[in-house]
């Protein structure tokens, strides 16, 4: 098995890896799992400049196979926000109610038909730290609800949100499989796995 380091805490996002990996034989490793507690600052300004950031910090600690993410939510009505800020979206690191609550009063009174907007990822893969960063994005299409839909998926707020109507379900709804089809992240992942499996 191919052991590649995931730059999260996240096992949640293991999961997902493996879901849309599984049969390729990598073996895909929390930060956890190598004691490492050291966090990369997610301060630039785009999702591809904090993903590059991040793999470059964790290959250089460990000199193994990384893979690293940043993601947000863009809503259209608000002209992409909050996007790279979404967690710190108020100006400071803000509760999952919090941020539901932002989203909702800010489309108060928007009709359903104005309201999409899309999760973005960015995923940068980096070899060994000699090696060329390689990143690929994913977007998922969806809506949002004008109340949640959906039990709060901590860590996750606007998934309770966020309606997609091919599968008639909110994100926070939708089960490991749904994901694996539909994610923005298993796009971004499958544009990558050339490299993985390299």
Not at 39 to 49: A, D, I, L, P
Not at 57 to 74: I, Q
Not at 168 to 193: F, P
């Amino acid at each position: 098995m191919k052991k590649i380091l995931v730059a999260t805490h996240n096992p949640g996002k293991i999961t997902e890896y493996k879901e849309i990996l599984g049969g390729h034989g990598l073996e895909f490793l929390l930060l956890s799992d190598l004691d490492i507690s050291e966090e990369s600052e997610e301060n630039e300004k785009t999702f591809e400049e904090n993903a590059i950031k991040k793999v470059e910090f964790y290959s250089e600690l460990t000199d193994m196979p990384v893979l690293a993410e940043d993601s947000g939510l863009e809503i259209d009505f608000l002209n992409g926000e909050p996007g790279v800020y979404s967690r710190r979206w108020p100006g400071y690191k803000a509760t999952d109610q919090e941020l539901i609550d932002m989203a909702l009063t800010k489309l108060k009174g928007v009709p359903l038909e104005k309201r999409g907007a899309q999760f973005r990822v960015v995923i940068a893969f980096k070899k060994n730290p000699k090696s060329k960063i390689v990143t690929a994005e994913g977007i998922l299409r969806g809506i949002i609800l004008e109340k949640p839909g959906a039990k709060i998926v901590p860590g996750f707020p606007f998934r309770s949100l966020f309606y997609l109507p091919e599968i008639d379900k909110v994100l926070g709804e939708a089960t490991m499989e749904d994901e694996a089809k539909i994610a923005h992240r298993r796009i971004a992942i499958k544009k990558l796995l050339p490299f993985l499996i390299d």
